[in-house]
C-alpha cells in the first residue's frame, strides 16, 4: 500500500512540474478496485491518458479469444507429451471449451491436472475437467493439498512469502537445508540446482513458479491466499477470490464462501510474523557458518544469500 501511493505521489509530481522537459509514457497494471482508480484520478485530470478496462463487453471478449489460442496451443502440446491422437485432441479442446468463465489461472491448472495423469481415457478427460476447482481459494488448496511434505511446502512458502526479494533456486535449497544447530557449510544436505528445482515443484505443484532460476508465485492472488489481512485475521472469516472471464475480480464482491472453506488446510495460515521468524533464523544460521571465519572480502563477492542475511 505505501509503495503504491508513494508511486502516485512521485508520478503526481512528475505531471505537475509544466517546466519538465522530453515524453516520458508510463504503461499501468491494477486491479479495478475503487481506491486505487481513485488515486489515479488525478492522472486523467491532468494529463492525457488511456484507460483501457478488462470488465467491459469489448475486452472480455477480446479476452476470451485470447484465452482459447492459450488451450489450443496447450491442447497441442499436452497432445504431443501424451502422443495423442488428432481426434483425442480434438475431444480434449472441445470438452475444455464447454466449461465457462475460463481464465489463465485455470487453464493452467487443469492441463497441470490432465499431463500428471497416469492414463489418458475421453472419461477420464471428462472426468478433470468437473473435478477441477472453480474458485482461486479451491484451486489454491487442492494444488497444496497434493504436497509430498507439507512440513517442508509450508516452510518453503513462508520463506516466499516474508523473503525481501526473490530467491534463486540454489538460495531456496539453502534455506530449507539449514538449521541453527549447523556450523559447517559442508555439512549442508544440498540436491543440485536441477534436481532441486524438481523438489520444489513436487513440494508447492503449481504454486509457485521458478523463472529466470528464482523462485516467485504463480500469480498475485497466491500471496492473498496464504497470508490473513489484519482485518480478516482479528475479525472475520476468510474471503477469497473468484475465477471470473478476465481474471481481474477478486474477493470486493466475489464471496467464496462454502462447505470447504472450513475444511482449509492453508488459506490464510501464513502469519507475517512467523514468516519472519522463519527468514531470522535461517540468516542467523547462515551468518555462523564456518564459510564467514575468513576475512570478509574473500566471501562476499562469492557467497550467495548474503545480502538477505545482513538486512
Known sequence: ???????????????????????L???ITSRPYVHLQREFQIFKNASPTIHLSGEDGVEVDRIEKEINIVIQKRVEETGAKLQLEEHKQLFLRNEILLIPDRTYLWVTFIFDVIETSLSYTNKKVQGSIK????????????????SLDENKARRLLHIVVGAARPLAVKEMSIALAINLDCREYANLDLEPEARFATTVRNLCGLFVTIVDSNIYFLHQTAKVFLVPTLALTAFSPAIGNSITATGTRSADNQDDHNGNERDSCWKQTLLPVESNRI?????????????FEQEVKDFYQQSIFIDLSIQ
Open 279 to 291: 527468514l531470522l533464523e535461517i540468516c542467523m544460521s547462515y551468518l555462523l557458518l564456518d564459510i
Open 25 to 27: 509514457n508510463f504503461l
Open 1 to 23: 500500500m505505501n509503495a503504491r501511493r508513494k508511486l502516485t505521489q512521485a508520478l503526481e509530481k512528475l505531471y505537475r512540474n509544466v517546466n519538465r522537459k522530453g515524453i
Open 131 to 146: 473435478s477441477v476447482p472453480r474458485t482461486v481459494s479451491e484451486a489454491y488448496e487442492r494444488i497444496l493439498s497434493q
